[in-house]
């Protein structure tokens, strides 16, 4: 069942093509036209509209901008469907609207569904609507790591289960391996880090130094090496509050307060002013009384001693020594020292470190070994019936003589994966490199496509791997740009046929200049250009009865009255119409 059809295209601006309008049909819609009217225009429009490179050569001379508009019916469980609504996309009447728009500078931008959306959402909905095949596709179909994806797109499951967890794994050991090549490159580097952080360490915790120590020995040597002038001072001041004992004349402050606080003690009574002025004097008394005695205290314990205050040099000294290397403070020295007892227990956790990572990287190459194991049983099975299946297509596209077979191959490589007693150079997709090999005719030796296929047995090598894949991984369109290079005779009318049988389960558009395919077509396109040189809206008309044997008469004998070619066109459109 197909579960989306692209229905209709206009393009404007692009290339040879003003404003043409491409209605498709839902089976086999052939297009046909005179060299360089711009058949491949078509294939060119729609590799626009599915996110592909966008170039400002493609816009035509004298426009401003490139225009290809799509219109594509959908089902709405269709993932094509739910990816457009996720985006902001609306469909419209079970259709969704897609347009590209490239600018003659080059600027490119895209709509879907009413919406602007990135072209990279373009490409995402293509995976799900299309499959473009040209001449670039079969070239890419002659690279080893296609036609691994392809064998791998064919074995579903059975490979891609496999595949993701050795991709995962294969992730993880790259990484692993990244990291043991960081500890082990700088070892050398973290053990000279190592040592400096355990001498500073032993440094700081040999000199034990306190929180705010730093601060106090220097207020200690400040005030002792001072004594002398403190002390004298200090004994003076005491003496003019409280008196000199040697003096008994001299007068001094507290005696004065005192005589002042019992003058007012006396007639405090008789007014409360002077009664608070007379509390005020009571209470600098008792400061200067307690000034006096703390004086006194202060002289007494003043100790001028000189081991003391070498003691506290020394001290400070190698106190400094720590703030000169470590930090500004010894606040800041002991900060210093606890988050190098982290870093320290950090590096010296290294070792155990590569043991973990050793030991994890050997379970990796473990399990990665049984993976690519895996795979390989899983591919070389698809690769049996791929290339059976293949094989069998071919014999429909009048090759029937040719097989095709793929081969597995394996390098060694003393750092790779041991499986099965050999050790198998690895990459990210397992240890396999995929051949597709070709015998196009008995006897002969089976050789890489690459090598041993002409243009003509490329094209239908790749039209029967599509048609396989029709079978296995469906898209709901294929567009073929003359996929019948290089093909004649029986073998044209064998690609028309199958084809059409592949339009029974798909919408197929095929550019071709063959006439034996496009008889088989259901619906057939002609694009005209106009006596300018250019194609407008009329120049892209659809074939049918008495027009579509002129056409067909055109294409094989480029000569549309020909009465021998009017025959032969209509007995291949009998042919494809009958299946003869």
């Not at 899983?378 to 293949?390: E, G, L, N, Q, S």
């Not at 006439?515 to 694009?527: E, W, Y």
């Amino acid at each position: 069942m197909v579960v989306s059809v692209l229905e209709e295209m206009r393009i404007k601006a692009l290339g040879v093509i003003d404003d043409a309008v491409v209605e498709l049909s839902p089976g086999f819609t052939a297009v046909t036209g005179e060299t360089g009217a711009g058949k491949t225009m078509v294939v060119t429009s729609l590799g626009l509209l599915l996110g592909g490179r966008a170039d400002a050569g493609l816009v035509r001379v004298g426009a401003k901008s490139a225009i290809v508009e799509g219109r594509i019916a959908l089902a709405p469980d269709a993932p094509a469907a739910r990816r457009a609504e996720e985006a902001g996309a609306e469909l419209d009447e079970g259709a969704l609207l897609v347009s590209r728009t490239v600018s003659a500078e080059g600027r490119s931008r895209a709509h879907v569904g009413g919406r602007s959306v990135p072209v990279g959402l373009l490409a995402e909905l293509s995976d799900d609507l299309v499959a473009v095949h040209g001449q670039t596709d079969q070239q890419g179909l002659l690279r080893a790591a296609r036609q691994r994806e392809a064998l791998d797109r064919y074995a579903g499951q059975a490979v891609a289960r496999p595949l993701a967890a050795y991709r995962e794994a294969y992730r993880r050991l790259r990484t692993v391996a990244a990291e043991l090549t960081e500890l082990t490159t700088r070892a050398r580097e973290r053990a000279q880090e190592a040592d400096m952080l355990r001498f500073g360490i032993q440094e700081v915790e040999a000199a034990e130094p306190q929180p705010g120590e730093d601060a106090e020995l220097a207020a200690e040597a400040e005030r002792l090496g001072h004594a002398e002038a403190l002390a004298s001072a200090a004994t003076t001041a005491h003496g003019a509050l409280a008196g000199d004992p040697a003096d008994p004349e001299g007068v001094d402050a507290a005696t004065l307060v005192a005589g002042a606080h019992r003058a007012l003690e006396a007639v405090r009574a008789h007014d409360p002013a002077l009664a608070a002025l007379a509390d005020r004097l009571g209470e600098v008394h008792i400061l200067l009384s307690d000034i006096a005695g703390e004086l006194a205290g202060y002289a007494d314990d003043l100790d001028a001693d000189p081991l003391r205050l070498a003691a506290v040099e020394e001290r400070r000294a190698a106190l400094a020594q720590l703030t000169r290397k470590y930090g500004q403070d010894i606040t800041a020295v002991l900060g210093w020292a606890e988050q190098s007892a982290e870093r320290l227990a950090e590096l010296e956790g290294d070792d155990d470190r590569i043991g973990e990572l050793d030991a994890e990287r050997d379970a990796l190459r473990t399990e990665l070994a049984s993976l690519a194991r895996t795979l390989t049983e899983a591919r070389a099975d698809a690769a049996k019936r791929f290339a059976d299946a293949v094989t069998e297509e071919l014999a429909e596209l009048a090759m029937p003589h040719a097989r095709v077979t793929f081969e597995l191959k394996h390098n060694e490589d003393p750092e790779g994966l041991d499986i099965d007693g050999r050790t198998l150079a690895f990459g990210p997709h397992g240890t396999d490199e995929v051949e597709l090999l070709l015998a196009p005719h008995p006897g002969a030796p089976p050789r890489p496509i690459a090598k041993g296929a002409s243009g003509g047995e490329l094209s239908r090598v790749m039209l029967a791997v599509e048609v396989v894949f029709a079978d296995s991984d469906p898209v709901p369109t294929y567009l073929f740009d003359e996929v019948d290079a290089g093909v004649g005779g029986k073998a044209a009318v064998e690609v028309g046929r199958r084809l059409a049988r592949l339009a029974k389960s798909a919408q197929v558009v095929v550019v071709t200049h063959l006439p034996q395919v496009a008889a088989f077509a259901d619906r057939h396109l002609v694009v005209q250009k106009t006596d300018d040189g250019s194609v407008t809206r009329s120049g892209v008309q659809a074939m049918e009865g008495e027009d579509r044997v002129r056409e067909l008469s055109r294409m094989l004998a480029g000569q549309e009255d020909s009465e021998l070619a009017r025959a032969h066109a209509e007995e291949l459109l009998e042919a494809a119409r009958t299946g003869t």
